[in-house]
Nanobody, 119 residues
Framework: QVQLVESGGGLVQPGGSLRLSCAAS????????MGWNRQAPGKQRELVAD???????NYADSVKGRFTISRDKAKNTVYLQMNSLKAEDTAVYYC?????????????WGQGTQVTVSS
């Protein structure tokens, strides 16, 4: 079984920065895509950014130029550096990953971490 544990959320003022981390653990053979989605109150969950095993990165248009995703393959960890935060970035941020274990390939999700941007 794969577990994804997020950290780094919190309250920040507009224009500030936060860094989210997500570590995958379990009997992992390989990790393909790792990424972040978010869900704001009353809205659907949306992709923020993801990165595949080859290093290809996708960003939502709303975060391009402000957020940076990176990963440490050896640690099965993905990071999201969020700069120039806006009130509209307020949401629960969910880490997710496509992971292969002895039981096969699964798309796993973390529990989520709250990010609140407010003055």
């Amino acid at each position: 079984q794969v577990q994804l544990v997020e950290s780094g959320g919190g309250l920040v003022q507009p224009g500030g920065s936060l860094r989210l981390s997500c570590a995958a653990s379990g009997s992992i053979f390989s990790t393909y895509v790792m990424g972040w989605n978010r869900q704001a109150p009353g809205k659907q969950r949306e992709l923020v950014a993801d990165i595949n095993s080859g290093g290809r990165i996708n960003y939502a248009d709303s975060v391009k130029g402000r957020f940076t995703i990176s990963r440490d393959k050896a640690k099965n960890t993905v990071y999201l550096q969020m700069n120039s935060l806006k009130a509209e970035d307020t949401a629960v941020y969910y880490c997710n990953a496509v992971v292969t274990t002895k039981d096969g390939t699964t798309w796993s999700w973390g529990q989520g971490t709250q990010v609140t941007v407010s003055s």
